[in-house]
């Protein structure tokens, strides 16, 4: 899977558009629930080479369980042939070694919501991958300007924020860091759209524009439990039947990982230094306690 081309003998030229260069070969770091979605779209919908990387040769298991089962899913519903299924399979491969990975043309890391950790891996990312590859964080709220001074190439890392679940998300929220080149901006904004998404693009401040906004509503509903306002089936009825949202936010946080959840609100609430962003310490809580939601089998709800 070597990708020898550079940024100049491998340019898309579309008129009117900053001139981006194509990418064909994806390294997608951390095969959790977003890692193995992105990993799916981006060798489905956009019909790319990706490689996946986790330190947990479980989750890699994991993960190519439910891209297949993902992709079934499709089959079943005519959106995609058998046939197609395993082209689609055939272009992800799996890796539990960082240092085994080959030279790709954009790498994006989808490991845990933590500051120090994901630094530590732009930073080996940085020294590892040839000059022209773009570093693309998934993160949910971390600041893409500090990720990107933790590497030599500032203007080439760029926030890729996908939905979950990736598969069935239409949105892509993209960040620009404080150094962000438009060429960065635009090969990923240009990828994003060749995998079915549509995108947006937000200023790197404290949760970006998605979790600026979600956040504080889940907040409110775990505070409104650990109030004893209500219990939790009706606060999520509240929302699901009064206001129409697919999930009550108990289970959306649940579905999310309550983990991700209060990661997302410290950096809100260190980022903005307002306590309208501090988390429940039911929360807080139930991370202690190892309930991190659907993904540890138990949250605000139990799952089987
Ligand atoms: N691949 C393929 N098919 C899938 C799938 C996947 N990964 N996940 C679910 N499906 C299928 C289901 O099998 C089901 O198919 P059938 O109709 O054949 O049974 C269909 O999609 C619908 O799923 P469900 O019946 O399970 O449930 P649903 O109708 O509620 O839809 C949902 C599921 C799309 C997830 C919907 O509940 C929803 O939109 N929930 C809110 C999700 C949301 O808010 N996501 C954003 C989270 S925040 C975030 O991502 C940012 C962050 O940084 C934290
Ligand atoms: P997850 O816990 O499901 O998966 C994280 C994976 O990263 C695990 O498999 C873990 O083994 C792996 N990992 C941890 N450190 C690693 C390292 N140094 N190198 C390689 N792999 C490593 O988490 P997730 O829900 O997939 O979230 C991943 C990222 O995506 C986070 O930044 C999160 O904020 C963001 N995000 C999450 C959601 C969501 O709804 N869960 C939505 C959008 C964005």
Known sequence: MGASHTLENNTEKEAGKVLAPSIKTIAVIGAGQMGHGIAQVLAYQAARSVIVQDVNQEALGKA???????LSKFVSKDLLTEVEKTAVLSRICFEPNLASLPPVDLVVEA????ETVKKSLFQSLDAQMPPHTILASNTSSISITRLAAATKRPEQVVGMHFMNPVPLMKLVELIRGAQTSDTTYATVQQLATAAGKTTVVSRDFPGFISNRVLMPLLNEAIFALYEGVA?????DTVMKLGMNHPMGP???????????VLAIMN????GFADPRFRPCPLLKQYVDAGYLGKKSGRGFFVYG
Do not use: C, H, Q
């Not at 490991?111 to 933590?114: C, F, H, L, Q």
């Not at 108990?250 to 991700?260: H, N, R, S, V, W």
């Not at 950096?267 to 260190?270: A, C, D, I, K, S």
């Open 64 to 70: 190519a369980k439910g891209i297949e089962a993902s």
């Open 111 to 114: 490991i845990v919501e933590n």
């Open 250 to 260: 108990l289970t959306l946080a649940d579905f999310i990982g309550l983990d991700t």
């Open 231 to 235: 219990s939790a089936e009706d606060i």
């Open 267 to 270: 950096v809100l609430y260190e």
